[in-house]
């Protein structure tokens, strides 16, 4: 079993930094990917940024220059930095890891991000 567990949302203003943090956890033997998706109210879920072991990354055309996502390989941590911040960014973000060997994705609770105009 694996445990996916978010960190670090909250209330900034517009043009404010966050930073999110994703520690997965258990039965880990390799991990090929993690990242974060977020929803808002009333949308469908939406990837914001993909990270793969091997270093490749992934991001949403609308978080582009804003966001960087990073990881701690060893700890099998993924951050988010989300700088620039916007009032349409405002949702809750998701974890997810992806096990070597694991036919689907392990979520996290979700961590709330709320931006004020």
């Known amino acids: 079993q694996v445990q996916v567990v978010e960190s670090g949302g909250g209330l900034v203003q517009a043009g404010g930094s966050l930073r999110l943090s994703c520690a997965a956890s258990g039965s880990i033997f390799s991990m090929n990917a993690m990242g974060w998706y977020r929803q808002a109210p009333g949308k469908p879920r939406e990837l914001v940024a993909a990270?793969?072991?091997?270093?490749?990354?992934n991001y949403a055309d609308s978080v582009k220059g804003r966001f960087t996502i990073s990881r701690d390989n060893a700890k099998n941590t993924v951050y988010l930095q989300m700088n620039s911040l916007k009032p349409e960014d405002t949702a809750v973000y998701y974890c997810y890891a992806n096990v070597a060997g694991v036919g689907y994705d392990y979520w996290g609770q979700g961590t709330q991000v709320t931006v004020s105009s």
């Open positions: 990270l793969t072991s091997g270093g490749s990354t």
